[in-house]
C-alpha cells in the first residue's frame, strides 16, 4: 500500500455524476435510484431491453446513435434507438415464430458483429435468456456450454459452425434452431438463415410482462480448471448497470463511450452492451481485435470520450513505446476505466504520462454482474487501489472461521490487515444462482454476506487494495505473499513489460516465490538483468517476500477475457517437479 495520491484535474466547467463521493454514498439506496428507470408501460415490470432500447426510441432520443459498429474492413453501421428497437422487434418475433419459449436460452458464437447486439437485446425483451459464447472457444468448451445450458438456439456464422461445431452435429439435441447470420446454402433443416428470418418478422413486438427477477442472462465462468459455472442473472440487474454508468462510467448525454471487451466475457455484455444503452448514449464496437495503432487511431477519429478496458490491453500499450501526444489527438478522451485483473501502480502512472489521464481502476465479477468497488471520476486515485465500492454497495474484509460445524465471519477493521473480500447480499445484478448447482451457490454465502473469492486489505481512508485470488495466495517460510503486490514492483523496473508470480512447493520453504517475466522490446533476457531484477525488487520489498527464482518467457498464458492464469503456471511447476 502506498501513500502515493493523485489528484484529478477537471476537464473545464464539466461537474461529474459523483462530485463528493461519501455525500453521494450515505445518501444512496436502490430503492430510491429505481425511480430513474422507467419500468415497462402499464406496470408491467421490468424488462433490461426496455430499459436499454425501447424507453429512448419512444423518447426524443430515438434519432441518436444507439450502436456505431466498425467492422474488420473498416465498413461502418449505425442503428439509432429507434432502429434498435425496430430490429429487436424483429428479433423478439422470430423468436416467437421458432417456438421460442420464456426462460429458454439462445446463444451467439459470433465475433463482435451487430447480429450479436441485436440478438442479445431481441432475446432478452421476448423473455428468453441470452448467453454469449466467446468465439475463439474449441469445440469443447463450445459443447459443455451448450449443453449446459440446454441452449434451444444458438446465432452463428457458417465459418465458426464449420470450424467449431460440425463435429458436435449430433450431440446437442436440445438445440433446435441454429442461425446463420450470412447465407451459406447448408441443406441441414436446424439451420436457417437469420437475415431470411428477420425479413419475414413483423417489426413491431409488445413486450410481455416481465419480472425484476425474472432471468435475462447467462454467462459462462471458469477460473483456469475445472467446467465452467453457469452464473444466472435477472432483469433487475437493469438497475446496476444503469447507476454503475452513471456513477462509475460517469456517462454524459453527448458522450460516446467505448468498451474493448468482447461479450463473450462479462464486461462485454454489461458495459459493452447494456450501461451505455440505459443512459440513451453513443456505443461504440470495434470488431477488430487488439491492435496498438488501430485502437489509439479509433480514439482519436471516434473522438471516444469514456474508455473501458482492461490491464492485459494496457501493458500491451506499455509495451510500444510511441508518443501518443505526437502521434494523436486524443482531446475528447475524458475518462478511462480497466477491469479484469489487479491494475498495477505503474499502469496508473504511465496512463497519467502518456495519455494525459490516469487509469480508473474497479473491480467486480461475473457473479456481482456490475462494477462494486470503483475510482470515481472526481475522487483521488491511490495508484494500486480499486477504489470505493459504489453507492449501495457494502464492501468488507473479513476473517473466516468455523463454529460448531458452521461458517462464520468476523469484518475486520483493522485497516491494512487482509481478508476474505466480501458484499453485503442484496443489490440488483447480484446472481441469483449458479445453473443446476445450487449448492455450490449457497456455499457462496455466509449469512447475508457474499464471499468472492479474493483477498484484499482496506486502508484508513477506506480505500480496497486487492491482495490476490484467494487460491494464488503464496506462502512462503511463514510469509503470506499477495503476487499482485511482487508482479507490481517488479512491472516498476524498466525492462518489465508483464509479471507473474506463484508458489512454486519447495521442501524447506513450503512455498517458493518465482516470477514468471516478459521483457519489453529491445531487452534480452541474461544472467545480468536477472540480477538486476532480483536486486530490484529485493530493495523495494524486502528479502522474505521478493522472487528467489526467474523465468523469461515471451508470454504469459492468460484466459480469453486476458487474465493472467497464474494456477495454471503453478501446474506447470509441479509437473516439473515430478518429472
Ligand atoms: P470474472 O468473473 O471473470 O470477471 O473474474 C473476476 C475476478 O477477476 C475477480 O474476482 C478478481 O479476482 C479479478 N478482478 C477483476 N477486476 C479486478 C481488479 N480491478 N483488481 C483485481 N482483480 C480483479
Not at 78 to 98: C, H, I
Not at 183 to 192: A, E, H, L, Q, T
Not at 213 to 229: I, N, V
Not at 445 to 471: H, Q
Request: glycine content about 8%; aromatic content about 10%; some cysteine.
Amino acid at each position: 500500500m502506498s501513500e502515493e495520491i493523485i489528484k484529478i484535474k477537471k476537464p473545464g466547467s464539466l461537474r461529474s455524476n459523483l462530485e463528493v463521493y461519501e455525500e453521494t454514498y450515505s445518501e444512496f439506496s436502490w430503492k430510491k435510484a429505481a425511480v430513474e428507470l422507467s419500468g415497462l408501460p402499464d406496470n408491467n415490470g421490468l424488462n433490461i431491453t426496455y430499459e436499454a432500447v425501447d424507453r429512448h426510441a419512444e423518447s426524443s432520443r430515438r434519432n441518436h446513435t444507439a450502436l456505431r459498429w466498425i467492422g474488420a474492413d473498416n465498413q461502418v453501421k449505425e442503428y439509432t434507438y429507434q432502429e434498435l428497437k425496430e430490429a429487436t422487434d424483429r428479433f423478439a418475433n422470430v423468436l416467437a415464430e421458432l417456438g421460442i419459449q420464456k426462460g429458454d436460452v439462445v446463444c451467439t458464437l459470433t465475433g463482435r458483429i451487430p447480429e450479436l447486439y441485436i440478438t442479445a437485446l431481441g432475446t432478452m425483451k421476448y423473455g428468453a435468456v441470452y448467453c454469449p459464447l466467446f468465439s475463439i472457444y474449441g469445440p469443447e468448451p463450445i459443447h459443455q456450454r451448450l449443453s449446459k445450458g440446454k441452449a434451444k438456439i444458438l446465432v452463428t456464422t457458417p465459418e465458426l459452425y464449420q470450424t467449431k461445431m460440425a463435429g458436435l452435429k449430433n450431440r446437442l439435441d436440445h438445440l433446435q434452431h441454429i442461425l446463420f447470420t450470412t447465407d451459406n446454402g447448408d441443406d441441414d433443416p436446424k439451420i436457417r438463415s437469420l437475415s431470411g428470418l428477420m425479413e419475414q418478422a413483423d417489426p413491431t413486438f409488445t413486450i410481455p410482462p416481465t419480472d425484476p427477477e425474472d432471468q435475462a442472462l447467462l454467462h459462462f465462468t471458469s477460473g483456469t480448471t475445472g467446467m465452467p459455472k453457469g452464473v444466472v442473472h435477472v432483469h433487475g440487474a437493469a438497475l446496476t448497470h444503469y447507476i454503475t454508468g452513471k456513477y462509475v462510467l460517469d456517462f454524459q448525454p453527448d458522450d460516446i463511450f467505448w468498451c474493448t471487451a468482447d461479450p463473450g466475457w462479462v464486461t462485454g455484455t454489461s458495459y459493452g452492451i447494456l450501461a451505455p444503452l440505459m443512459h440513451g448514449i453513443k456505443n461504440l464496437v470495434v470488431e477488430p481485435e487488439f491492435d496498438a495503432a488501430l485502437w489509439y487511431k479509433t480514439l482519436e477519429r471516434e473522438k471516444v470520450n469514456v474508455w473501458y478496458t482492461a490491464p492485459t490491453a494496457i501493458r500491451r500499450l506499455m509495451r510500444i513505446n510511441i508518443d501518443v501526444h505526437q502521434k494523436y489527438d486524443l482531446s475528447a478522451l475524458r475518462l478511462i476505466h480497466s477491469v479484469g485483473e489487479p491494475l498495477n501502480p505503474e499502469a496508473v502512472r504511465w496512463g497519467q504520462k502518456v495519455l494525459g489521464l490516469p487509469i480508473h481502476d474497479n473491480w467486480w465479477q461475473t457473479e456481482t454482474g456490475g462494477i462494486m468497488i470503483a475510482n470515481y471520476a472526481s475522487m483521488p486515485i491511490k495508484p494500486g487501489s480499486m477504489g470505493k465500492p459504489l453507492p449501495g454497495i457494502e464492501a468488507a474484509v473479513v476473517e473466516v472461521y468455523e463454529d460448531e460445524d458452521q461458517q462464520k465471519l468476523n469484518i475486520i477493521n483493522e485497516p491494512g490487515k487482509t481478508g476474505h473480500l466480501a458484499l453485503k447480499t442484496g443489490w440488483p445484478s447480484m446472481f441469483r444462482t449458479y445453473l443446476d448447482e445450487e449448492s455450490r451457490y449457497k456455499k457462496s454465502f455466509i449469512g447475508d454476506w457474499y464471499l468472492t473469492g479474493d483477498l484484499a486489505s482496506k486502508d484508513e481512508d477506506g480505500y480496497f487494495w486487492f491482495v490476490g485470488r484467494a487460491d494464488d495466495i503464496i506462502k512462503t517460510a511463514g510469509h503470506m505473499v499477495g503476487p499482485f503486490e511482487v508482479e507490481s514492483a517488479l512491472m516498476e523496473h524498466s525492462a518489465v513489460a508483464e509479471a507473474a508470480v506463484i508458489g512454486k512447493p519447495h521442501p524447506m520453504m513450503g512455498e517458493l516465490v518465482k516470477a514468471f517475466v516478459v521483457l519489453k522490446e529491445g531487452f534480452e533476457p541474461d544472467e545480468e538483468l536477472e540480477m538486476d531484477l532480483k536486486g530490484f525488487v529485493r530493495k523495494k520489498l524486502g528479502p522474505a517476500i521478493s522472487p528467489k527464482e526467474f523465468e523469461f518467457s515471451d508470454d504469459l498464458p492468460k484466459t480469453r477475457s486476458g487474465k493472467i492464469m497464474r494456477r495454471l503456471l503453478r501446474d506447470q511447476e509441479m509437473e516439473k517437479l515430478k518429472a
